[in-house]
């Protein structure tokens, strides 16, 4: 069984990786293939609001966060009755791309491109660029 991760961030760039992931999952004609939907969220930075607001409302707010972001990559696969699991990190963005595809046996990551102000991200965004370097996995980039 073929398992693929999509990360998905609420962005345009997101859903068409995800396009591009249905249509060749659909192609390849599999007898089945587990399909992982990961939204992060990129932890507080700082320890001084824990003083403020407790673990579990941080939680929360992560968790929230992360299910607005899913929203519609969750619709679009729910219209086509695709399988799917959906999950929201904390934490380092591509670090937890990369341990989760590790920790899922995943044999696939599809991510969208998204260019950035430097020279060095033109192309590619930083969390993109991470990720290919934290991973063994190919990774197909969607642009």
Known sequence: ???VL???DGSENALR???FAVERLRRLDLEGFE???LNVQPAIATGDVRLFVSEEKIR???QEE???ALVSAKTMLNDQHLPFTAHVYAGHVAESIAAFAKERHCHLIVIGTRGLGTVMNLIMGSVTTKVIQLTELP???VK
């Open 35 to 37: 399909l992982f939907l």
């Open 17 to 19: 990786a995800l396009r």
């Open 139 to 141: 990774v197909v980039l």
């Open 6 to 8: 999509v990360p998905i």
């Open 66 to 68: 992360g299910e607005m």
């Open 60 to 62: 929360q707010y992560y």
């Open 1 to 3: 069984m073929l398992r």
